[in-house]
C-alpha cells in the first residue's frame, strides 16, 4: 500500500514566504526609485514622471528576479525541498507500489517521426528498466498502471503514413510490456490544448494520472514514478510540474542555453517554487496531472474579438493552471530531477531526469518567443478572472511583462539618449543628469542582473564542479556565456519590442510547429532578420558619439550588441563553432555531456542503431485504441465562478 502520512504536501510559513518576498522586492524597488527620482531632479516635470515611470518598472522587475534568485540560493545551498524546507532525499521508487493508472499522453503535430518515435521509446524503455530493478513482478504489472498514447494532429497524410508506421513497430518492440495507442484527429482544432481535450473526453475517465511530453521530451523511469507515487500519496495535488533541463545541443547557441539552464535553472527554479507554494505555474510538458480534476476544472473558453489578442488562448498551460488552482487542487513545482545532479550521488543523477530539446539558434528561438508572446499578452485579459487565486494572476502578469519589459527598457534607454543628446547641445549649463548617481545606479542595477548568474556559478563550483569540467572550466565557461548573454541582450529587446508593436496593431501570427533540429543559418536569412537591427544600432552609436562620447561609452552593452547582430546570429547557430569551443577547448560542457544518463544514451543508440538510414520500419497493423469511456469536460468561464460550499476534500483514491 502507498504512504498515506502526507496527504497533503507540506508548506510551511506560506504566507510568511510570500509576505516576506513582496517586502524585500518593494523595499529594493523604492530605495532604487529614490535614487532615480534625484537623478532626475532637474529635468522637466513630464520628463520626470516619464523616465521614474519606466525606471520603476524595470528595476521593480530586476529586484523580483533578484531576490527570486537568492531565495533559491539558500534552499539549494542548504539542500532543502524548497515546499517543505526539509532536507531534500531522492529515493529509488518502485512500480510495486502503483495502485493507479496512468497515461502517458504525447500531443504531435507535423513533428519528424524518427526521432519523436526514438524519445518516446527510451522514456518507455526507462520505465520498464525502472520497474524491474524491484523484481520481476514489478516489471510484469507495469504494463497494468501505464499506458501511452501518441495524440496526432498531423494534416499531412504522408507524414501521417510514416508516423502510424513508426508507431506499428513500436507496438510490436513493447508487445506485452507496455501498452502503446496512437490516435490521429482528421483536423487541429484547439491546437494542443484541443488535442488533449479531446483524449479527454474520449479516454481520461479510465486514468487516473495523465503525464504530458512534447515531441521532445525525454524523463527517465525514476520520474515518472517519483510523479506517481506523489499523485498517490497527496490526493489533494492536482498538476506537479518538473522542472525539463534542455539536452543535446551541438550549435554554439545552443551550447549556450544548455549550459545556462544546468547552471541556472536548479537554483531558480528552486526560488519559484519556494515562494508559489500550491499556486505554482505549468509549462505544458514533462509535468503529471489529475486526470478527473483537469476534466472538471481545466476546459478552455475562447476569448471575445479577434486575434491576436482574441480567440482562441495561445499559452493554455498557464491558463490550466489558473482553472486548477482555482478549482481548489494544488498545483505544485518538483525540483527533484533537476536537483538530482547537485547531490553527490552518481545514481540520483543519473536516474531523475526530465529533459527537452530547445531551438539550435537565436532566430528560431526568437520565433518560439513571438508565438509566446502572444499568448502571453492575451492572458492580460484574464486579471480580473473571476475567483483566480492572487498568485494565478501574478503569473498572468509576470508572463506578460517578461516581454513587455523589453519595450519599457527600449523606452528608457531612448529618453536617456534624448537627455543626454539635449544636454550635449541645449542652452542650459549645468548637468541634467548627475553623473555620479547616474553611474552608481547603473553599476547596482548591472549588479542584481548579474547576481543571479553569479550565484549559480557559485553553488555549482561548491557541489558538483566535476559535471562541468572542473571548477577552473566551469568559470570560464560561465563568464563566456555571460558574455553571451550581454550581447544578445539588446537583439532580443528589439525583436521583443517588435513583436509586441505587431500584436498591439493587430498582426496574429499561426501556431506552427517549430523547428526542433540542427539549423545552420545562411547569410542571407540572417541579414534579412537583424539587417534593420545593425542600422539602428549604427545610427545609436553614431549619435551618442556625436552629441555627446561619454554616454557612448556607458550605452555600450546595448549598441554593441545590436551592432553585432548580424554576426552573432549567424556563427552562433554553426555545429563547427559549438564543437570547436566545446571539444577543443573544453568548455561550455553539462552534466548531459560529462556524464551522460542512461535516458540519453538509449535515445541516441535508438535513433542512430534503429533507424539509421531514416527509412521507414515493415508496414506492421496499427492495433486500435483502447475503448472509450466517454466524459465531460465543462468549458469555464471568467466572468463568473461559483466558489464550492465545502472545503475540497478528494478521496485518498480515485474512482476510476
Not at 531632479?41 to 534568485?69: D, E, K, R, V
Not at 510495486?96 to 493508472?101: A, E
Not at 521530451?217 to 525514476?222: E, F, K, N, R, V
Not at 545593425?534 to 550605452?555: E, N, Q
Request: hydrophobic share 45%.
Amino acid at each position: 500500500m502507498p504512504d498515506l502520512h502526507a496527504l497533503t504536501p507540506s508548506i510551511p510559513w506560506l504566507n510568511g514566504r510570500r509576505a516576506l518576498l513582496a517586502v524585500t522586492v518593494l523595499a529594493t524597488s523604492i530605495g532604487g526609485c529614490i535614487a532615480m527620482a534625484k537623478v532626475v531632479a532637474n529635468l522637466p516635470m513630464g520628463w520626470q514622471l516619464t523616465m521614474l515611470t519606466l525606471f520603476a518598472l524595470t528595476f521593480s522587475w530586476i529586484a523580483l528576479a533578484f531576490w527570486g534568485a537568492i531565495c533559491g540560493f539558500v534552499i539549494c545551498a542548504l539542500r532543502r525541498d524548497p515546499l517543505s524546507l526539509r532536507r531534500q532525499t531522492l529515493v529509488d521508487p518502485s512500480a510495486s507500489l502503483l495502485v493507479s493508472r496512468t497515461a502517458l499522453v504525447m500531443p504531435i503535430y507535423a513533428e519528424p517521426p524518427v526521432p519523436t518515435i526514438a524519445g518516446l521509446e527510451a522514456t518507455c524503455r526507462s520505465l520498464l528498466q525502472q520497474a524491474s530493478k524491484h523484481g520481476a513482478s514489478s516489471a510484469e504489472t507495469i504494463g497494468n498502471h501505464v499506458e501511452v498514447f501518441i495524440l496526432s494532429d498531423t494534416q499531412d497524410t504522408t507524414l501521417a503514413h510514416q508516423e502510424a508506421a513508426h508507431v506499428a513497430a513500436l507496438q510490436q518492440r513493447l508487445a506485452g510490456q507496455l501498452a502503446i495507442h496512437y490516435r490521429r484527429r482528421p483536423n487541429n482544432d484547439g491546437r494542443k490544448a484541443g488535442n488533449i481535450a479531446e483524449f479527454c473526453r474520449r479516454w481520461g475517465r479510465r486514468y487516473d494520472y495523465m503525464v504530458v511530453l512534447d515531441a521532445d521530451s525525454l524523463m527517465s523511469g525514476a520520474t515518472l514514478l517519483h510523479l506517481i507515487h506523489r499523485m498517490q500519496r497527496q490526493p489533494s495535488v492536482g498538476l506537479i510540474q518538473t522542472v525539463p533541463i534542455p539536452v543535446g545541443q551541438r550549435t554554439l547557441f545552443g551550447r549556450f542555453t544548455q549550459l545556462a539552464s544546468a547552471i541556472y535553472s536548479p537554483m531558480l527554479a528552486a526560488g519559484q517554487s519556494f515562494w508559489q507554494g500550491d499556486a505554482a505555474n505549468y509549462w505544458g510538458h514533462n509535468a503529471i496531472i489529475r486526470t478527473r480534476a483537469f476534466m472538471a476544472n481545466a476546459g478552455l473558453p475562447t476569448l471575445s474579438g479577434k486575434p491576436p489578442l482574441g480567440g482562441e488562448l495561445l499559452s493554455h498551460d498557464f491558463v490550466e493552471a489558473a482553472l486548477l488552482k482555482r478549482g481548489g487542487w494544488q498545483v505544485l513545482l518538483d525540483t527533484s530531477a533537476t536537483a538530482a545532479v547537485s547531490h553527490q550521488d552518481t545514481n540520483a543523477s543519473a536516474s531523475h531526469n526530465s529533459f527537452e530539446a530547445m531551438p539550435s539558434n537565436l532566430l528560431d528561438f526568437a520565433k518560439r518567443d513571438r508565438r509566446w508572446l502572444q499568448g502571453n499578452l492575451q492572458h492580460l485579459r484574464l486579471l480580473t478572472g473571476a475567483g483566480l487565486h492572487p498568485v494565478s494572476r501574478l503569473h498572468f502578469l509576470f508572463g506578460a511583462f517578461a516581454y513587455l519589459s523589453s519595450l519599457v527598457w527600449l523606452v528608457l534607454l531612448l529618453c536617456a539618449s534624448i537627455v543626454v543628446g539635449y544636454q550635449a547641445i541645449g542652452p542650459t549649463s549645468h548637468s541634467l543628469l548627475p553623473t555620479t548617481l547616474s553611474l552608481v545606479l547603473l553599476s547596482v542595477t548591472l549588479a542584481m542582473l548579474v547576481a543571479p548568474k553569479l550565484l549559480g556559478l557559485l553553488l555549482t563550483c561548491w557541489q558538483c564542479p566535476h559535471a562541468y569540467g572542473g571548477r577552473l572550466t566551469l568559470i570560464a565557461s560561465t563568464l563566456l556565456e555571460i558574455l553571451f548573454a550581454a550581447l544578445i541582450a539588446p537583439l532580443m529587446m528589439a525583436w521583443h519590442s517588435l513583436f509586441i508593436i505587431n500584436v498591439l496593431i493587430g498582426r496574429a501570427i499561426d501556431w506552427q510547429t517549430q523547428h526542433r533540429g540542427e539549423r545552420s543559418l545562411s547569410w542571407r536569412e540572417t541579414w534579412h532578420h537583424t539587417g534593420w537591427v545593425t542600422i539602428c544600432g549604427i545610427t545609436w552609436a553614431a549619435t551618442m558619439m556625436l552629441f555627446s562620447p561619454s554616454a557612448l561609452g556607458w550605452l555600450t552593452p546595448a549598441w554593441l550588441g545590436l551592432i553585432g547582430a548580424a554576426p552573432l546570429v549567424k556563427y552562433s547557430s554553426s555545429a563547427t563553432w559549438g564543437s570547436i569551443i566545446s571539444r577543443r577547448f573544453g568548455l561550455l560542457l553539462t552534466p548531459s555531456t560529462t556524464q551522460k544518463p542512461a535516458l540519453l544514451k538509449a535515445y541516441a543508440a535508438l535513433v542512430r542503431g534503429r533507424y539509421p538510414d531514416k527509412r521507414l520500419p515493415v508496414c506492421l497493423p496499427l492495433k486500435a485504441p483502447p475503448p472509450e469511456l466517454i466524459g465531460d469536460m465543462p468549458c469555464q468561464s471568467f466572468r463568473h465562478y461559483a466558489q464550492p460550499s465545502t472545503a475540497h476534500a478528494p478521496p485518498a483514491k480515485e474512482p476510476y
